[in-house]
């Protein structure tokens, strides 16, 4: 659904005003220098005027409403923030949002220092090709990355110029930001792919289990490495594996978590450090361990009972929990019940933020963006 319309002033009016509210209620106190590089986690209170909502416009919806060359946009850096740019001034005159700046890799920034080939199709967001295939392979990759300058690996010198070339720093939060790295589970499938991950997770457990330790050292290494060539932050981290929630509670205690509790050991261990988890596969089975991990920011899955994340994470903020198919192809009556559903589910004590369980998916109207808007005005008063 295409929004083309040029807005009412009434409605622009709504829009402006929606979004400086909402502004403070995920903010808190907004500097003079705006909000781009402050942290999107809001306290846990009920000291606001309501529960705020969260839009990230990624990438893809960028590519898609400005009807630009996704191979370009991604590998040509002035390219992307003059199409970024112009996509601000739209958004601004049609809604009143506010686009962030951003440096976009298509999330391929961490698996990119594996060596991974990527594939740039000219339409369609690229992807890393995989590069292990055999036990061979699996020592080769070890010795490989225990030597590796990350640095210089991968799409990290550019990313590294880019950021340069923007100079601004920003901060999202179901996107990636200079904080973000992978998972162990998203890791793997970059590597192996899913069906091969898991056979080699089955039949060579001892091996994986090795590769797993060096995949927990590369990645806070290389979250130190991006955020020294940033100026960023060097605590809190967000971790982003959808590819976790795919296995079982046995497997994921005996492979995966070993590493996590690397990487928010290392990357958050303050008691108050941001320990955000992002996973679009169901993940009702994994919340004792994330409990266990002391996870504080969640933007879980569509399908797991919000109710019972509030119960598993009592004081975790919930980033969700739309489903992202519904907010974009369901009417705007559909998304207002279910953001309603949200709030009673899992809004109590102000631990939510009103967005799509997962990204905002490409052709999402307007018309759902206000009524997702309405809902938390409506239904999220404090």
Known sequence: MRDTMKPSDADLTWWKAFWAE??????????????????????????????????E???DWIVDRM????????????????IRNACAGRLEAEIGYHLKPKV???????????GLPIEYPEDSTPWLGHNVGTAEDIKALIVRMERVDLRNAGL??????????????YRWRILHDPTSVHGPGTILGFLFGI?????????????????????????????????????????GVGVFDDVAGLVSPAWFQRFFLPVYERIYGELAPGPDDDRFLHNDARVGHLLDYLAGLGVNGINPDPETDPALIRRKLPRAIIYGCLP???????????????????IELAGEGGGLVLTAAGSINVGTPYANLRALAEAAERYGRM
């Open 195 to 235: 069906n091969d991950m898991m056979l080699f997770l089955a039949d060579e457990p001892d091996l994986m289990q090795a590769l797993l330790r060096t995949v927990a050292q590369v990645t806070v290494d290389y979250s130190r490495v991006v955020r020294s060539l940033t100026g960023g932050t060097m605590t």
């Open 67 to 82: 009807k630009v060359s996704y191979r370009r946009f991604i590998q040509d850096f002035d390219y992307q923030r003059e």
């Open 324 to 342: 992202p198919l519904l907010l974009k192809d369901g009417t705007p009556e559909q998304v207002m019940a279910e953001s309603r559903r949200s």
């Open 104 to 114: 976009d890799s298509s999330a391929l920034l961490h698996g990119s220092v594996y």
């Open 156 to 169: 990290v010198p550019w990313f590294a110029e880019s950021y340069r070339k923007l100079g601004r720093p």
């Open 57 to 59: 416009l990624g990438e």
């Open 22 to 55: 909402n502004d403070r209620c995920l903010y808190g106190g907004i500097p003079a220098a705006g909000i781009d590089a402050l942290p999107v986690r809001p306290a846990f209170t009920t000291a606001r005027p309501r529960l705020p909502i969260l839009v």
